[in-house]
């Protein structure tokens, strides 16, 4: 369908804007979705719409296509959209992130021309990207879907589940293996949904209302222009598409615990306790402090996403920081929604309080420690790399001397050495989250000397991330004893 001549020029209209003049625009459009209002349901079509004429997918498309081709108007819309709304942030950095991203790097020009201009329009389709399945989670050596070259093209057959937009996305990027290949050659595949592409059951999650879950059934025929060449054709190569997920964990983070800070603070204000407010009471001002700090560490996981990353490129050599930034992110989304829903008590408790949105706040970031990669998998794994680096040095004089961490272990006197000696997989997860909370008070370090930040604040944030290394040393002196059979 051709789009109105006048929809076409205000697409033209939102390439040529400024950064600053463009994300005003989004967070305009962004008022309608706010969390405290906006129905908890499947996101409507035309309320996409309503984002998409903003131009949330820009920031991902190249020039070329209508887009604005930018790595920091990326992290910046998913920032504007998670302060409003979180569900809508992961709806669009799904979209961009996980989907688009991967055809703008990859896809040959044929598709590219295919796909892209589709995105650039102010009435643009969704998209998804489909990995999990059934029997395959984050172990994708167990995947099952499978393609086999025919004339003309792909033949692609299996199931998938758990895909954000499941029922409602029209384009997908598809990874399979090759039928009956030992070797386990594996593709990555642009299909239309129309191309045999089905949903034959719908899940209902706990959270993130807006985005539609669910089982897709795929008995599809793929031209072979629509082949995405990402490299090595293992499974090494799905790294870097995972990464970008995890990379703007850090914006969706900052955005929504700078809402989260905000609306704690101004309910313990005006809640009475006799004479005086929730805030004056002790433990609620810990509370508190504890909801600041970890959007201060979020800003400065964000600053570092925005100004050490590009999303336009290959994101591999970034792995550990990006598993870093994922990790520390997601667990204070949570450590913050669970002191917010407290603080407001029963009304916390309630969906659409006319008070707070703690409930929502609690179920919707609650999945973020499960969802693209578990944090016990992505600990473990940061664990093994740090190891695989420190050239048989023990692991706390290798965060001495690693750049990532080395600033934080210094200025804070951190004592790591409780990470030597042979660890078994359950101190690698462990380890894995101080090597994470380490990167992270080293971040909060860098943002407060490059941004001119309150020293206070930045030291309030490190004294949160030094207790969240004191308890898993607890928790890892209790793993010892109970090896011992204590």
């Given at each position: 369908m051709t789009e109105p001549a006048d929809a076409v020029a205000s697409v033209a209209v939102l390439a040529s804007l400024s950064t600053e003049e463009f994300i005003a625009g989004v967070e305009a459009a962004a008022v309608r979705f706010d969390a405290a209002t906006y129905?908890?349901?499947?996101?409507?079509?035309?309320?996409?719409?309503?984002?998409?004429?903003?131009?949330?997918?820009?920031?991902?498309?190249?020039?070329?296509?209508?887009?604005?081709?930018?790595?920091?108007?990326?992290?910046?819309?998913?920032?504007?959209?998670?302060?409003?709304?979180?569900?809508?942030?992961?709806?669009?950095?799904?979209v961009t992130g996980l989907a688009l991203r991967p055809v703008v790097l990859w896809a040959g020009e044929e598709a590219k021309r295919e796909v892209l201009p589709l995105f650039a329009g102010p009435v643009a389709p969704t998209?998804?990207?489909?990995?999990?399945e059934p029997g395959?989670?984050?172990?994708?050596?167990?995947?099952?879907?499978?393609?086999?070259?025919?004339?003309?093209?792909?033949?692609?057959?299996?199931?998938?589940?758990?895909?954000?937009?499941?029922?409602?996305?029209?384009?997908?990027?598809?990874?399979?293996?090759?039928?009956?290949?030992?070797?386990?050659?594996y593709g990555w595949f642009v299909v239309e949904r129309t191309d045999g592409f089905r949903t034959s059951q719908r899940y209902e999650a706990l959270g993130l209302k807006v985005i539609d879950y669910g089982v897709n059934d795929i008995d599809a025929f793929v031209p072979a222009h629509r082949?995405?060449?990402?490299?090595?054709?293992?499974?090494?190569?799905?790294?870097?598409?995972?990464?970008?997920?995890?990379?703007?964990?850090?914006?969706?983070?900052?955005?929504?615990?700078?809402?989260?800070?905000?609306?704690?603070?101004?309910?313990?204000?005006?809640?009475?306790?006799?004479?005086?407010?929730?805030?004056?009471?002790g433990f609620v001002r810990?509370?508190?402090?504890?909801?600041?700090?970890?959007?201060?560490?979020?800003?400065?996981?964000?600053?570092?996403?925005?100004?050490?990353?590009?999303?336009?490129?290959?994101?591999?050599?970034?792995?550990?920081?990006?598993?870093?930034?994922?990790?520390?992110?997601?667990?204070?989304?949570?450590?913050?929604?669970?002191?917010?829903?407290?603080?407001?008590?029963?009304?916390?408790?309630?969906?659409?309080?006319?008070t707070n949105i703690a409930a929502q706040a609690f179920l919707d970031s609650r999945v973020f420690t499960v969802f693209d990669g578990t944090n016990d998998l992505l600990s473990e794994q940061l664990a093994r790399h740090c190891l695989d680096s420190a050239d048989g040095r023990s692991l706390s004089t290798f965060l001495a001397a690693w750049a990532p961490t080395a600033p934080a272990v210094s200025v804070h006197g951190l004592d790591l050495r409780f990470l030597d000696g042979e660890l078994a997989q359950e101190h690698l997860v462990l380890a894995g989250r101080v090597i994470a909370y380490t990167f992270a008070a080293a971040r909060v370090l860098q943002w407060a000397s490059e941004s001119g930040a309150d020293a206070d604040r930045a030291h309030r944030a490190a004294a949160f991330l030094r207790a969240d290394i004191d308890r898993v040393r607890v928790e890892f002196g209790l793993l010892w004893r109970l090896g011992a059979g204590t």
């Open positions: 129905p908890q349901r499947e996101l409507p079509a035309e309320d996409w719409v309503g984002l998409t004429g903003a131009g949330v997918l820009l920031p991902v498309l190249p020039v070329e296509y209508g887009g604005r081709d930018s790595h920091v108007e990326m992290c910046r819309v998913v920032e504007v959209l998670a302060e409003r709304n979180l569900a809508v942030a992961v709806y669009t950095a799904i998209a998804g990207f489909a990995s999990t395959c989670g984050s172990a994708m050596s167990g995947l099952t879907t499978t393609f086999e070259e025919i004339e003309g093209g792909y033949r692609i057959r299996g199931r998938k589940h758990w895909q954000a937009l499941s029922a409602t996305a029209s384009w997908w990027v598809v990874v399979a293996k090759r039928d009956g290949d030992s070797g386990r050659e082949r995405i060449d990402v490299g090595a054709g293992n499974l090494s190569s799905m790294v870097d598409i995972y990464l970008s997920g995890r990379a703007l964990i850090g914006a969706l983070a900052c955005g929504f615990l700078r809402r989260v800070a905000r609306e704690a603070r101004a309910f313990a204000d005006a809640r009475r306790i006799g004479r005086s407010p929730l805030s004056a009471i810990y509370r508190l402090a504890a909801i600041d700090s970890a959007h201060t560490v979020c800003t400065a996981l964000n600053h570092y996403v925005r100004t050490r990353l590009d999303l336009t490129s290959d994101l591999t050599p970034a792995f550990p920081f990006i598993l870093a930034v994922k990790v520390v992110a997601t667990e204070l989304m949570v450590s913050s929604a669970n002191h917010y829903q407290q603080l407001a008590g029963g009304e916390g408790y309630r969906n659409g309080s006319p």
